[in-house]
């Protein structure tokens, strides 16, 4: 493949020295339709993040520790892996390996705003040169690339969205008026991604929901929202007559998907308008003999177009007068983050019924683990009485995430998962996002660790949990090590705060057991997630990660916390819950700053068998307790008289 591409960069006018290949789409996308995995195409790495490179005699992959044993795994020789934080990243390689005036090429549509303006720093001693390329150049060697699909817009109600478009319109608007905008241009989708947590979101601003990309209900559009109108650019034959009227009566014109590029054309000389100011420039200009409507003194002060740099697209952004560009992050990116009452109480729903479903699998996983492999089972620490490798039936990585996908999938609301579910047995559990693939995924194992990475998306909220257990005899180390991380996990998510802390700051309360052994992890702790939209959400985060310092946590935003210790070859372990920041009840306030702290929406057991107790603190004692006290009444009733029985074994108090 990367043969054929060079012949493509050679022909080219003028001719490229490198071609950037990233994983993005047109919106900036973490998880995108098959049709727009070109990276995956080009390259045979499937993980979620990446960028690849083409020169002339060398192609290079850029992923973040995520995915090293995976990558690993599946480039071939003809690629070499970089490895975020420990390589040169892209641009800095690009700028001491290639020649002076080297012609870089890029699909503009694919590449932010923010990483061409930094590549274009980057380059600028050895005067390489960024070509924006007209066509995507793997698109015209890529034979197979799926067609389009032409998945239905759906309205998303306000009984679980919680905001009416005209509110969040009107909010915009503000915004705009305030930072002397005339407009904003949005290109995404939903606007994050594992490594740059973005924000506001074309579907969660117009209450929009679709199925254009697998596990986030989202529809491939752009958007512009000016001081007067709105425009919903979308392959229309999407939109239902319903949706259009829907649309009509909050004041959104639909326009083709294509017409983003003329229309940002227009945009920029200020001659973009809706068909009903059209309409009445003309009965105006006819009825008064006039040239038109005149802009009033404000709206000439209103000159800028609102742009965010970290999703807005390149060729969107290069069709503007660039002196009249207000780069800044979205003005609604903290909007979409707090959620609003009917959001959480959706959320707190969801996160039950998604819990029940969790436990009944670990129940199910449980029976079959003894029945068909002998284990002593999730309760019991003591040797497989069966160890016969002619046996019929067998557990899979992919079978196992199947089922858990069924109990799901019998949960009210529930519309689809809302990720690829990590299901990983042993030395699969240290690849961090593994994809079991039926063709070649591991049997069940009851002597080694399984993680389970999993979520679901449901009409009134989205989910994210990650349980480890072991059904076998677990060793004296990992349980030491199941410990710290467990000591983390309930370091964070009983921190107290104050207003305007960062996950940056907060990062340390998750790793400091790990710390004190010489143990640690590569990824952040902790992402917002959606409400029915995508799992990983920003603006904040917590990680280790500068970008985590922007954004100081606020009251209604929801926050995973999930540390975790991967041993290369031997095993994987995090834990995982989704949190809600609230004020926090403390005794003094000092700095008169009001303070912050963490509750628990996800119910499900932690196993404790795998639990040191000897290394617990009272105080993790005692939480421990109480959360699990918590468990059995919160999902009590969802579940029948003998999954109760099996909880309730499962959340017995433990003592240090």
């Known amino acids: 493949m990367a043969a054929a591409l060079r012949a493509l960069m050679l022909s080219h006018s003028p001719p490229l020295d490198a071609l950037v290949v990233p994983s993005e789409d047109y919106h900036q996308s973490e998880y995108v339709s098959a049709r727009d995995k070109r990276r995956e195409f080009v390259s ?104 389009p699909e032409a998945n239905p817009v759906v309205v998303h109600p306000i009984k679980f969205s919680g905001c009416s478009v005209e509110d969040k319109l009107k909010q915009l608007r503000e915004e705009l008026l305030q930072e002397k905008a005339r407009a904003i241009v949005l290109s995404a989708l939903d606007e994050a991604s594992s490594c740059n947590l973005a924000i506001l979101g074309v579907a969660w601003l117009f209450n929009v929901r679709g199925s254009d990309v697998s596990y986030s209900p989202v529809v491939h559009a752009f958007a512009i929202v000016t001081s007067t109108a709105a425009f919903f650019y979308v392959d229309k034959r999407k939109v239902s007559s319903e949706v259009g009227s829907y649309m009509e009566k909050n004041g959104i014109e639909l326009r083709d998907y294509s017409e983003v590029s003329s229309d940002a054309v227009l945009l920029a000389s200020d001659q973009l308008m809706s068909a009903k100011t059209a309409e009445e420039m003309v009965n105006d200009a006819t009825e008064t003999g006039s040239g038109g409507i005149n802009n009033s003194a404000e ?51 969801a996160h039950i019924r998604d819990g029940a479903a969790v436990v009944q699998y670990l129940i199910w996983l449980d029976k079959q683990m003894q029945e068909i492999y002998g284990a002593s089972g999730y309760f019991i620490g003591s040797e497989v009485n069966d160890k016969d ?116 700051v907060l990062d340390v309360l998750a790793r400091v057991p790990l710390w004190k052994y010489g ?30 310092r922007n954004v100081p946590l606020q009251s209604s935003m929801t926050v995973t916390d999930e540390p975790g210790y991967y041993e290369d070859g031997n095993f994987g372990i995090r834990l995982e819950n989704v949190l809600l920041v ?59 008289t003998s999954e109760m029985k099996w909880l309730e074994k499962a959340t017995e108090p433990i003592s240090a």
């Not at 952040?524 to 939209?533: E, I």
């Open 44 to 147: 045979g790495f499937t993980g979620s993040a990446g960028l690849a490179l083409i020169t002339g005699n060398e192609a290079l992959l850029w992923t973040d520790g995520r995915y090293f044993l995976q990558a690993e795994q599946q480039l071939t020789n003809e690629w070499k892996l970089m490895r975020s934080g420990e390589d040169p990243a892209v641009d800095v390689w690009m700028a001491d390996n290639l020649p002076t005036d080297a012609a870089i090429g890029i699909d503009p549509w694919c590449i932010s705003v923010d990483s061409a303006h930094k590549w274009e720093r980057a380059f600028a001693k050895k005067q390489l040169k960024l070509i924006q390329t007209t066509t995507n150049l793997v698109d015209e060697v890529w034979a197979s690339r799926p067609p």
């Open 299 to 349: 709206e000439k002060n209103n000159d800028l177009i609102w742009v965010d740099p970290g999703t807005c697209c390149f060729a969107l952004y290069s069709k503007l007068n660039q002196e009249k560009v207000f780069l800044q992050s979205s003005p609604l990116a903290l909007a979409k983050s707090l959620k609003n009452p009917v959001e959480i109480q959706g959320l707190k729903n």
């Open 389 to 504: 490798q002619l046996r019929i039936t067998k557990l899979t990585e992919v079978s196992v995430s199947d089922k858990l996908e069924e109990f799901r999938a019998s949960k009210e609301h529930f519309r689809g998962l809302s990720f690829p579910t990590i299901s990983s047995v042993g030395p699969n559990g240290a690849i961090i996002h593994y994809n079991p693939e039926p063709e070649t995924c591991a049997e069940l194992d009851p002597n080694q660790m399984y993680l389970c990475d999993s979520g679901a998306q449901y009409l009134d909220g989205t989910t994210d949990i990650t349980r480890t257990v072991h059904f076998g005899k677990p060793t004296s180390h990992e349980k030491a090590c199941y410990t710290a991380v467990l000591k983390g996990h309930i370091g964070l998510g009983n921190a107290r705060f104050p207003s305007g802390t960062t996950g940056h």
């Open 519 to 548: 143990l640690d992890y590569r990824h952040g702790t902790g992402h917002g997630v959606g409400s029915y939209l995508n799992v990983h959400e920003g603006p904040h985060q917590i990680s280790f990660r500068p970008p985590a």
């Open 582 to 640: 609230k004020e926090a009840d403390t005794t003094f306030n000092f700095g008169d700053r009001g303070y912050l702290s963490f509750e628990h929406i996800t119910w499900a057991p932690y196993q404790t068998k795998l639990i040191d107790t000897s290394l617990l603190v009272p105080e993790e004692v005692e939480w421990l307790n109480s959360y699990h006290i918590r468990c059995r009444e919160t999902l009590a009733p969802h579940l029948n």
